[in-house]
């Protein structure tokens, strides 16, 4: 069992940075990890996710250059940093875990097999 639990959201300015964290009660070094993200009114979407050895990464098309996606298996924790971010970047922003099989089915939602209870980000512009 794994448990996530997100931290690192607030309120910034359009062109500003934030850096989330995916602390983990359980061992993250099992899993591939991803991030995902859902707007007000929106459907969820994924943003990020990275391999079970870090060594693969990937992001969609709308945060790529901007983003980065990390983990650390020392600190059992992963990590988003997202620079210059815009209005249409705020949501509610989640991590979850998949097995490793699944991070070449491109990190879809439905493969993942536990989900965090996300943190909210606000982008003013």
């Known amino acids: 069992q794994l448990q996530l639990v997100e931290s690192g959201g607030g309120l910034v300015q359009d062109g500003g940075s934030l850096r989330l964290s995916c602390a983990a009660i359980g061992s993250l070094d099992y899993y591939a990890i991803a991030w995902f993200r859902q707007a007000p009114g929106k459907e969820r979407e994924g943003v990020s996710c990275?391999?079970?050895?870090?060594?693969?990464?990937k992001y969609a098309d709308s945060v790529k250059g901007r983003f980065i996606i990390s983990r650390d298996s020392a600190k059992n924790t992963a990590y988003l940093q997202m620079n210059s971010l815009r209005p249409e970047d705020t949501g509610v922003y989640y991590c979850a875990a998949m097995q490793p099989r699944q991070y070449h089915n491109n990190c879809r939602d439905r493969d993942m097999e536990f989900w965090g209870k996300g943190t909210l980000v606000t982008v003013s512009s």
């Open positions: 990275i391999s079970r050895s870090a060594v693969s990464t």
